[in-house]
């Protein structure tokens, strides 16, 4: 990019090269991006290969050819990828072809970082085939990209249990990451009020919130609901009852009474439309005094660009492959839905565990 | 993230807010690496489904319910698609779920930015699919990624014949971008020692290197070399010769004599050992006096991350796809391969169009 500036004013000239450096930057931003599902393998495979590792305990750099032989890689491969990485800033280099290549900051990210470990093996391993079926899915509205994974399922809970083993292992590692890290300090927040005493766990997924429960309120009775595949994943024991529910029949009532209906992501699996049934339905399940308890990661309450950027993105996953009709929501969206419900916000706490928003409506 | 500073110190404090501000935006960009097949996929929707566009003439916003009806598109996927947008900067909106959205200039460079839409509309129609075959690829030193596009070619070079459409236009396009900025500078840098005589176009491509010769010096005689796919894809004129050729063929002499051995974008698309096949080749076929001239994009002349980062994300695209055993590769490299095939630099000239060195050898 030749200077073509003519002036002889050296501020204005800086002002320029402040300028262009930010206008280059810019740019290169947007290649990253328009070169993003390539340079993603890229990162994987950095990581996956050894590559990242070989570096971390070599604050002096190694070089390609070094680095190729203690990770079993042809050199050409080595440099592939070392290069890439300099174009995503894993890595950095004195700019010489077989110079010493150290790890940066986002290197070690990818590479130690639990959070983007499991949201990198849950992209590759459940959404980077059908991320292609996105331009469809939303147009038609359903989860066009879930053929990806092998199956002709209406949405991803139907298959969980057909996944590959690879898939269903990252789906279930990035479901739990998330909502693991909130349980227990949900159940802290409820117990400060009294015993649990009936619960039922709206879309009870695989059992570990009810677990949880059951291990920390010995008089709690937990109900779970939830589509089949899900309930043959929980186990069976004393005070745990597991019902088959598909939540997106609108005629069917829940059972009752409960003195709280849990839902935790729920919100994000679920259209508008649909969420407004589910929580009418959690509202003629109370008992007198009962209340609907809803834990959420919103992204407006996120306090780190990190997390609402993890829930922009997942809300693509949502759409091309889950379902093809929910996203992570905004707390707006959700207030509007508790409102058409008749609910009424009485407390709420944040932020719970990685992200979450624990609110409880009477 | 709660801040957990105990101590009093204003200034102290300052700094570790400004650290933990810098640790965050760092484990956002490693969270939209960790996304980015599905980030693409919205970035290139927001382009493609006129979202972008709509926004390009509205410096005070729209809100989401506004570009739905204007796009043709479900509220749903509207905000599924500009809140990814929000992601990775290419909107803007002051955080509400229905209020307005605004472009930015990252936005910008993706819907107007003619290098940026070539090299999206590149991945998206030859890349995306076949990145996934970048692991195998690698291990294997073949086009692991190349059956994503549905021929079982040898190389992209064999296939581009049959391409889809789709795919075979987005892949000429890159390919023109890049080697068109560059021909006609690099002819009159030629024709400034004379006439070009008779030369010798090694990987002729398409022949619009050929045409512009034949243009721009009425006593030039051409003859290309490619592979008949390529060959096929060239016009019949007069002082144009196309002879069918495999490079890779190390015993296949060239024909002689020439006044100048031609080659653009040979390098990038060669391994090593056939790029010194190939220039030794090309210096046997020197007449008196001639001089073999490569025209390359080389990753360490850029004087832009932006010309970088493109350089060293489609070396992917050569490994997955094109022929898994070339890259773009570092001035050095070719040097190298010069030197074994006993050829001296006489002279360099840089920057040529959007990225590229013009080098003649003796």
Known sequence: MADHASSDDSSSNAHRAVARSSADALRAEAQRLAFAPLLFQAARLLRDTGLLAALVDAPAGLAPTVLATSCGLSLYATRVLLEAGLAIGLVESDGTPDGAYRLTRIGRLVLRDPITRANMDFVHDVCAAGALGLEEALRDG??????????????????LSSLSPAARRSWLAFDHLYSDSAFDAAITHLLARGPLGRLLDVGGNTGRFALRCLARDPSVRVTTLDLPGQIAMQPRVPRLESIPFDLLDHARPFPDPFDIVWMSQVVSCFSDDDMVSILRRARSALAPGGRVVVLETYWDHQTS????????????????????????????????????AVLSLVDEVRPLGISHTLQIFR
Do not use: C, E
């Open 305 to 340: 660009a990190a997390a609402r950027v993890s829930l922009q993105a997942s809300s693509l996953y949502f759409a091309a492959i889950a379902n093809g009709r929910s996203k992570m929501v905004h707390s707006a969206d959700l207030a509007r839905d508790a409102a058409r």
């Open 142 to 159: 359903r989860p066009a990209g879930l053929r990806a994974l092998g199956g002709d399922w209406p949405t991803i809970y139907d298959g």
